[in-house]
């Protein structure tokens, strides 16, 4: 007897399920409908679209050969029903059967002996005077970039205010600025752009980065209206006011579960759907997957909802398979990601350090920079890396990173997402093999040294401070008791000394046993070099030297000009 599958939702885990499924069982009969007209496109390309680097909306909705995956697409090609246009109302699980209305207002009723939930998320609503002014917009789907776009070309857009400091409204800062040249601010209401995705100090990094390319930020700032007489002219915050020819609404997404709670299906405490590793809801007959379901995070067991596109794919093709009597099934996910910042990228996987101990981890991080290829190698630039490790049984627990060699560091970073859930250990980390050849890498690899340096730190070998601390310290004349040594050449150090004479102290690492009489014993030796290496070596050799009231500053001169220090 021949199976009718429905799925509702057709952007990617909707097709990629209907697609999987008739590859393996092809006399099945499905159905797909969605309530927009464009289905099946990259939407995490929308920003490169908007910006230029993608050309025509329709590049975001093709294959690697240049066919559109619109409905005609998927009944020629892919041998199934698409309804465009047709949004499900309600579904009747006693009866299996789902209620949708189409463009017309015709009212449809469709039977299932298995339903797909794929229907995504969107963006969140600040629900504040002014929105539904013209020329404000979410980029929730390809709909949206195109108005986007096809506005910003006619050249009336001079200033740009992004409410929301998360992937998508740094993607689009990116976009308006450096394509378009379009004055672009970006008001946060948290302390730190990626609230919840990185540290503060990775996220200082990154935002430094793309202030230097021309966006202004506004942290600590709540957004309490928008102002204009017709098309928006005004973003009024708890602050002050900015003027505004476009705005975009970046304040997170959530997931579309309205229809799964309304039919009686587990919803979570993320609001996404309650799936099992199978992807089937509490409803053995239904499954969810990609942006609007719940799944475990495999570093902590508590439940996550990570809308990206590259989970919404792998779950489609599950769904797929088990729908044609397979045995697939997914353990959870870890959300890695990562966001591209002009010529910089920020990358990560796992829990971040205040995750880690929300979770109840004894947590501690460490940070470190270094070459990304072999330092004699004439092409070469310095990546930076945090590593979150419990601390009693050197669990690493997450992993993030941000520098201008982008494929470089996105493949370290996905080597340490692809073992997480194994529950790696330090020795794991630090012995972990990686190819190697001058042009690509150092010999001691970076997540090597990274777990090298986090190794050191927890065994009490090296005291680290962190760069808040050290330019808290910097920043206060009256502290006396600190007492900055460059551990650098005198060439290197030579700067800052001439800038801070008498508060800028300078000894070669290799030259400390020798001058040793210059090193104040009752003062708090803050150890600075390039990277952080030197000062650890001199750090070990003071304390050889009767000399223990040391820190070494983490990540060196190099993330402190990155960071963005006053210094």
């Not at 009944?75 to 309804?83: E, N, Q, T």
């Not at 005198?490 to 090193?519: C, F, M, S, T």
């Not at 000062?535 to 000009?561: D, F």
């Amino acid at each position: 007897m021949t199976k009718h599958i429905v799925v509702i939702g057709g952007v990617a885990l909707g097709t990629k399920a209907a697609c999987r499924l008739k590859r393996l069982s092809p006399d099945t009969e499905v159905t797909l409908l969605d309530k927009d007209e464009k289905i099946s496109y990259g939407g995490c390309g929308i920003p490169y679209y908007v910006s230029g680097d993608v050309a025509e909306a329709e590049d975001l909705q093709s294959t690697a050969f240049h066919m559109v995956r619109d409905a005609e697409f998927f009944r020629k090609i892919k041998g199934f029903k698409v309804l465009t246009g047709t949004e499900a109302i309600c579904i009747d699980r006693e009866n299996k059967r789902v209620f949708a209305k189409n463009a017309k207002g015709e009212r449809l009723e469709l039977p299932y002996d298995k339903l797909v939930l794929g229907t995504g998320s969107r963006p969140r609503n600040l629900n504040i005077p002014g929105q539904d002014l013209e020329n404000i917009y979410s980029v929730g789907n390809l709909v949206d970039a195109i108005r986007i776009k096809d506005l910003i070309a006619k050249g009336n857009i001079g200033k740009a205010v992004i409410v929301g400091a998360g992937f998508i409204g740094l993607e689009m800062a990116e976009a308006f600025t450096d394509m378009w040249g379009i004055e672009t601010s970006v008001v946060e209401v948290s302390d730190r752009i990626m609230p919840g995705n990185v540290s503060r100090p990775m996220a200082r990094m990154a935002m430094k980065t793309m202030e230097d390319n021309g966006v202004s930020f506004y942290l600590n700032e709540r957004v309490l209206r928008f102002e204009g007489n017709g098309p928006v002219e005004r973003v009024v915050t708890d602050k002050q006011t900015l003027d505004a020819d476009i705005v975009i609404m970046a304040v997170g997404i959530q997931a579309n579960s309205e229809l799964a709670k309304d039919t009686g299906l587990e919803v979570g405490v993320t609001g996404g759907i309650v799936v099992n590793s199978r992807l089937e809801t509490s409803d053995p007959d239904i499954y969810a997957g990609g942006d609007c379901v719940q799944v475990p995070n495999l570093v902590d067991g508590e439940p996550g909802f990570y809308p990206l596109g590259s989970i919404a794919n792998r779950h489609g093709r599950i769904i797929g398979t088990n729908l044609a009597g397979g045995q697939a099934s997914i353990e959870g996910a870890l959300g890695s990601f990562v966001v591209k910042l002009f010529d910089s990228s920020l990358a990560g996987t796992g829990l971040t350090l205040a995750m880690a101990q929300k979770s109840g981890f004894d947590a501690v991080s460490v940070r470190m920079g270094q070459l990304d290829r072999a330092h004699f190698y004439p092409e070469k630039d310095f990546m930076f890396f945090e590593l979150v490790v419990e601390r009693k049984t050197k669990r690493i627990l997450g992993i993030q990173g941000f520098g201008t060699s982008g494929d470089a560091m996105v493949g370290r970073i996905n080597t340490v997402a692809a073992i997480l859930k194994y529950k790696p250990l330090l020795e794991d980390i630090s012995n972990l093999e990686f190819a190697y050849s001058p042009p690509f890498s150092s010999a001691m690899d970076i997540v090597n040294a990274l777990a090298n340096v986090a190794e050191n730190a927890l065994d009490g070998h090296l005291k680290v401070i962190d760069h808040e601390s050290v330019e808290a310290l910097w920043l206060n004349d009256e502290n006396s008791d600190s007492y900055f040594l460059d551990c650098r050449e005198q060439l290197d150090a030579a700067p800052l000394l001439e800038k801070y004479p008498g508060r800028w102290h300078n000894i070669p690492q290799g030259e400390l046993k020798d001058r040793i009489a210059e090193v104040p014993r009752d003062k708090n030796i803050i150890l600075v070099c390039n990277s952080g290496m030197r000062s650890y070596e001199a750090q070990l050799n003071l304390r050889n030297l009767g000399i223990y009231k040391t820190q070494s500053v983490e990540g060196g001169m190099k993330m402190l000009k990155t960071w963005g220090s006053e210094i």
